[in-house]
């Protein structure tokens, strides 16, 4: 058996499949959304989660192609999409948006964009949603049917050239102190990128992102910006 590289020698290859606003973000958030990867967006506040969502939808139509928005509830917002745009904004065609309910679904839905052309990323807006929508938190159906749901998001973005970013409720684990998202072991395991979001109470729309876990390395530097419906902003002076 060969022996396995270190992680600082490894060379992971593969442009970014979105370019995101403002440049910040695309210096952070941009670097990690690659083919053939499947991220993981977490947060213990639902709306920044939406916001950067549509962030990433909106960067991959911006970068040429096609971007699926996969909406458990009733998350997707025209007019953000079109704030995030900025002049760009009749890209908004470009975005199919598909509706799920449970994990069965998202399991139909993305066997279904494996046929689709120029498809650069999928967002699935939110994983959480899907979750209390398929079995209690403790069953044994809900966490096998998770994943199974993660192994047909991992046949996706294999065969096709694609990334495919999920969002998901995280709350704190009191006794390791970290921040622990919704789907547990299962979901950390199925996927190749963490990143954590926060609102900043010093700035309105202020939000700092930071990626925990990514096989880009180095990994990137976390990053403040502003996303709202009034579009995408660089934060000065914060970090």
Known sequence: MPESLPLEEMIFTGESLVRLKPKPLDNTLGRVILPHQI?????????????????????????????????????????????????????????????????????????????????????????????????????????????????VLRILVNDNDLHVTLTDHSSMDWTSGTTRPVGGNVVAHGVDTTIHIASMDMAEDGLRIQVERSPVHPIPDPVVIKLSIKGARTLRGTR
């Open 39 to 151: 991220s993981l967006i977490h947060s213990s506040e639902r709306k920044p989660l939406t916001t950067l969502a549509h962030a990433i939808a909106a960067g991959g139509v911006l970068e040429g192609g096609q971007s699926v928005f996969i909406d458990s509830g009733t998350n997707f917002s025209p007019s953000l999409m079109r704030a995030l745009l900025g002049k760009d904004e009749d890209l908004l065609k470009n975005v199919v948006i598909g509706q799920v309910l449970e994990l069965a679904d998202l399991q139909d839905l993305a066997q279904g964009i494996g046929c689709m052309r120029d498809v650069r990323v999928v967002v699935v807006d939110s994983l959480t949603g899907v979750l209390n929508l398929s079995g209690r938190c403790d069953s044994k159906y809900r966490q096998r049917a998770l994943h199974h749901t993660l192994e």
